[in-house]
């Protein structure tokens, strides 16, 4: 059973920036992806960015590209997410993801759109932007 566990969150004004992290306790074949998601109040659960462990491929939802940066140390097995001009509507309850993506054109995809596919959820990270 992978483990995750998420902090970093906290409050901070529109125009800032916050780093959120996932530290994992281990990876296995069926977590060749690591995403995050967010949930704000009243609203559906929507996948933010993810990556592929074994590669350099990315991913990120087109409300946060140019603002959101996804990374991982792969040694600490932990990923970050770097979030700057942070907006109010990013409030939200963040949640790191860990699960399979798939092959799509010789390349293993873990866009969130069309490949992946989460089994280990953290309990989430609130985030709060304020206006």
């Known amino acids: 059973q992978v483990q995750l566990v998420e902090s970093g969150g906290g409050s901070v004004q529109a125009g800032g920036s916050l780093t959120l992290s996932c530290a994992a306790s281990?990876?296995?074949?069926?977590?060749?992806?690591m995403a995050w998601f967010r949930q704000a109040s009243g609203k559906e659960r929507e996948g933010v960015a993810s990556l592929y462990i074994a590669g350099d491929n990315t991913y990120y939802a087109d409300s946060v590209k140019g603002r959101f940066t996804i990374s991982l140390d792969s040694a600490k097995k932990t990923m970050t997410l770097l979030m700057n001009e942070l907006k109010p509507e990013d409030t939200a309850l963040y949640y790191c993801a860990a699960g399979a993506g798939r092959w799509s054109y010789g390349r293993y995809s873990c866009s969130l759109s069309s490949a992946f596919e989460a089994t280990y959820w953290g309990r989430g990270t609130q985030v709060t932007v304020s206006s």
């Open positions: 281990e990876y296995t074949s069926a977590t060749n992806c």
